[in-house]
């Protein structure tokens, strides 16, 4: 089992800001990625969505991408 990529890296919080990091966890239509597929924990899978729809609000991320 791969280990969850924030917890290996010691990132306490991610922040919106930083869309290059998020965009690596959304799929081609602006998707959040399944943590199954991501290898993500539980505490960063909600830390990680709550972060990718701050930044959609913010204009930052696209909601849909067609």
Known sequence: M???FFCSQNLKDID????DLLKRFTSSQAKIVDPKHTAICAKHQRLLSQ???????????????R
């Open 51 to 65: 972060a990718i729809k701050r930044a959609r609000h913010m204009g930052l991320l696209p909601f849909v991408s």
């Open 2 to 4: 791969k280990q969850c």
């Open 16 to 19: 919106y800001k930083e869309t």
